[in-house]
């Protein structure tokens, strides 16, 4: 499988606009297409690296970045490399011994990236598949900490491959359990339920919640009839995003249960299942792909109390399913009252004979050779009636505007943007041009003239840190800017104090600008007493004819919480 921790967030601003298209001064046209050579390595690897972690009792001495071959990894398919990146990279305080303040300083506020030299991950389980040109044995799991990002090298994506002496939950594991605990797990306990065990091969378990995100894998798992492999294995949590992944072969593509989460643009080849879901609030599936598996769907339904909860909702939408022949099937049948919530939206479905069924056998809706444009199973309501009706069969398809889709009449999106066709050249580090990014030092003015020189020029790479800023800080519309494991903006002093009088920390374009605006990988937020503040405030609209041209990914806005963003104030007495 090949993995890339990643998140897309996307839509359309549409308003009446004028063209406004920022040109920094260091350059007469806007910046172009990528300068990179195909033997050229991925830029993220050779920038150079000198982010700090603002916060840490030792920021300067504290290693964000780090290239896992720095730390004695071979990725050579011929040595054990788990070992070390468990154990000789520098992990975080462990929990159970660390004082409470340390706990909080280093899971609030430490960055890490784990960069494996060659952006995207294969896994393997299957010796028989040709492994990338990079490929990690590995022998235990790799624990993916709290605040990390693990990256590959998006031009040439290397394998992390499953040893045959493998032992462990799985390949990459997000929350491990205790050996011996009963059930007690890294981060917190989940007793009621029974861990994946190691025969079974797992390829990421992913225990996760909101802010999280998987994207650009390829799993790749067994094909035999009676394989116990599965791509991932999510019991619980409350996500999140996934999108770009395939998952051939396996028990299961994905295995989950999570309160919500929405997934984008997957592909299952020759799986016993495609997706499981043992329990959910509400799942969103948009750009599914589902080939030659037994069942495409399998819910597990009729649980509607805390106690007895299975899946509540899922929605499937822009789904191509081939040659399965169940598309989606409940352990329950519905027997007229909600039992959990279906929404099958636009799905094209090729030799599948049962579009909707029940475990048993019983069909609910036929299938064939044919498109579901609009199907629902769950309660309606009509206008503003607090009464609901139980459905089930066709409804009423949601109005979508052409702007909205891609030339195929699916729902447009761009997946998180990694510019690997581009030079090392062609980015310029906000470091290096006079911002600190210490969490002390107010960093406006030279953000400020950062845009004003290189916006559109150049891509303005913010290395890790905290960029504090005390007035508005603007990025005109033609920016491309790159955070570093989530690079923090923070608005801070009296200028977003009054409540009464609020002011934007961050405008994302001048208002009714147009133009190009792509931010990843960034964290919008305010430290210290801030009732006035507007977090951010987005003016752009994408060029004409530019889908996803205007967009952020892997971004997030966080306010309060945090020894160091709430600032305590002594109270007057």
């Known amino acids: 499988m090949h993995f890339r921790a990643t998140l897309v967030t996307w839509g359309v601003f549409c308003i009446a606009s004028s063209t406004v298209r920022g040109l920094g001064t260091s350059c007469s046209s806007p910046l172009g297409p990528g300068t990179a050579a195909s033997g050229d390595p991925y830029w993220l690897e050779t920038i150079k690296h000198q982010g700090i972690a603002a916060y840490n009792p030792n920021p300067t001495g504290y290693q964000v970045f780090r ?23 520098p992990q975080a305080i462990v929990v159970e011994e660390a004082p409470v303040l340390h706990q909080r300083q280093y899971l609030l506020f430490i960055s890490r990236m784990l960069v494996f030299d060659a952006h995207v991950f294969y896994v393997h389980f299957d010796d028989r598949i040709t492994p990338a040109l990079v490929t990690y044995l590995v022998s235990a799991p790799i624990v993916a900490y709290y605040y990390t990002q693990l990256i590959g090298d998006a031009k040439n994506p290397p394998t992390l491959l499953a040893s045959a002496s493998f032992s462990g939950m799985a390949v990459i594991d997000a929350d491990p359990y205790i050996p011996g605990g009963g ?22 378990h992913w225990q996760v919640a909101q802010a999280t ?28 995003f ?65 106690e007895t909860q299975s899946t509540g909702a899922q929605a499937i939408i822009d789904a191509t399913v081939a040659n399965t022949p169940i598309f989606v099937r409940t352990s329950q049948a519905s027997n007229g009252k909600l039992g959990g919530s279906i929404v099958l939206n636009n799905a094209e479905l090729t030799n599948v004979p049962t579009a909707v069924g029940v475990v048993g056998g019983a069909v609910v809706l036929a299938g064939g050779t044919t498109t579901i444009s609009s199907w629902g199973q769950g309660n309606i309501y009509h206008g503003t009636s607090s009464t609901s009706a139980f459905t089930q069969g066709n409804i009423h398809a949601a109005n979508k505007p052409s702007v909205l889709l891609d030339g195929s009449g699916n729902i447009f ?53 905290t960029y504090i800023v005390t007035s508005t800080l603007t990025i005109p519309a033609g920016a491309q800017i790159v955070g570093e494991a989530w690079s923090v903006i923070a608005g801070s002093g ?80």
């Not at 509400?282 to 109390?305: K, P, R």
């Not at 001048?510 to 405030?537: K, M, R």
């Open 242 to 306: 996934m999108g770009d992944l395939v998952f051939n072969g396996g028990k299961f593509g994905m295995w989950v249960g999570n309160q919500q989460f929405t997934v984008r643009n997957i592909t299952v080849n020759n799986a016993n299942t495609g997706i499981f879901s043992l329990w959910n609030w509400g799942w969103t599936f948009q750009g599914v792909h589902i080939n030659n598996c037994q069942v495409g769907f399998d819910l597990a339904t009729g649980g509607i109390t805390q």
């Open 494 to 573: 009296s200028v977003f104090q009054d409540q009464a009088n609020p002011q934007v920390v961050v405008r994302a374009g001048d208002t009714n600008s147009q133009g190009i605006l792509e931010i990843s990988d960034i964290v919008f937020t305010t430290v210290g007493p801030t009732p006035g503040a507007i977090v951010l405030e987005w003016n752009v609209r994408q060029p004409s004819g530019q889908n996803g041209a205007a967009g952020m990914w892997d971004s997030h806005i966080r306010l309060g919480g945090g020894e160091y963003l709430t600032k305590r104030i002594k109270p007057k007495l």
């Open 183 to 204: 059930g007690a797990q890294f981060y917190t306990n989940q007793n009621n339920f029974v861990p994946a065990t190691d025969s079974q091969g797992t390829g990421i």
């Open 213 to 240: 995100s998987l994207m650009n894998i390829v799993f790749q798992m067994s094909t035999a009839a009676d394989t116990a492999h599965q791509g991932i294995w999510m019991e619980n949590g409350s996500g999140g």
């Open 67 to 89: 290239n896992v071959k720095d730390f004695g990894a071979k990725g050579d398919d011929k040595r054990y490399d788990s070992s070390l990146s468990v154990q000789q990279y």
């Open 413 to 465: 999106g761009k997946t998180h943007p990694q510019y690997a066709s581009y030079a090392l050249s062609q980015f310029v580090s906000v470091r290096d041009n006079g911002a600190k990014g210490d969490g002390k030092t107010d960093d406006t003015a030279a953000l400020n003239a950062i845009f004003t020189k290189y916006a559109g020029c150049k891509f303005i790479f913010f290395d890790a840190g």
